[in-house]
């Protein structure tokens, strides 16, 4: 099975603890995740912390996609990691890590994810699925570069390669993958 990693950065002249309120708060994915998703958490009271797990919604295609993820790390204000526990994926985890620099905070995305269907899914990953994972990207960035500074940060557009991790064992179906504690 292929597995990918996305991967983009951007250095926002603030502080690491504000870079990081921003991403601890799940209720701001929805300003960070293109419209035409239709994105929206279902999870009551959502908080942070490690073992949380929150339930989203988005429109694929215009077919209706759940989403469940678990928070598996969770060390503010440095980093954390969510992974997909239910959803349109076989195996997806997003490290989100924040550094402090002379000149703000580097912020780092980065997301390794295989598709289900063997060929066909390699085959949608060319046509499909690894453009509109930039596209989702690219408005992230742009969204995180005004809530974070007004416009005032540098970022890298969005980019996927070849996974050199590997995922762990029982990835095997779409939507069943259960991270170890």
């Known amino acids: 099975m292929n597995a990918y990693t996305l991967r983009c950065q951007m250095l926002a002249p603030v ?9 601890e708060d799940p209720r701001n994915l929805a300003r960070i995740t293109p419209p035409w998703l239709n994105f929206r958490i ?13 339930d989203y919604i988005f429109r694929w295609k215009g077919l ?9 790390e969770y060390e503010p204000p440095f980093f954390f990691v969510d ?3 239910k959803g349109p994926y076989v195996y997806w985890r997003h490290r989100h890590t924040f550094h402090p620099g002379e000149e703000g905070t580097v912020v780092t995305d980065e997301v390794d994810y295989m598709l289900p269907l063997g060929k ?3 085959v949608a990953h060319q046509l499909i699925v690894a453009r509109q994972l930039k596209e989702i990207f690219h408005y992230r960035q742009l969204s995180l570069n005004e809530i974070l500074c007004g416009g005032k940060a540098h970022w890298t557009e969005p980019s996927i390669a070849p996974s050199h991790r590997t995922p762990p064992e029982g990835t ?10």
């Open 172 to 181: 095997a179906s779409p939507g069943t993958h259960t991270p170890a504690a």
């Open 42 to 54: 279902v999870s009551p009271d959502p908080r942070m912390h490690k073992g949380a797990e929150f």
């Open 15 to 23: 502080s690491i603890r504000d870079a990081f309120a921003v991403f």
């Open 120 to 122: 066909l899914g390699v």
């Open 83 to 85: 992974e997909m526990l």
């Open 64 to 72: 209706p996609l759940k989403w469940r993820t678990l928070i598996t």
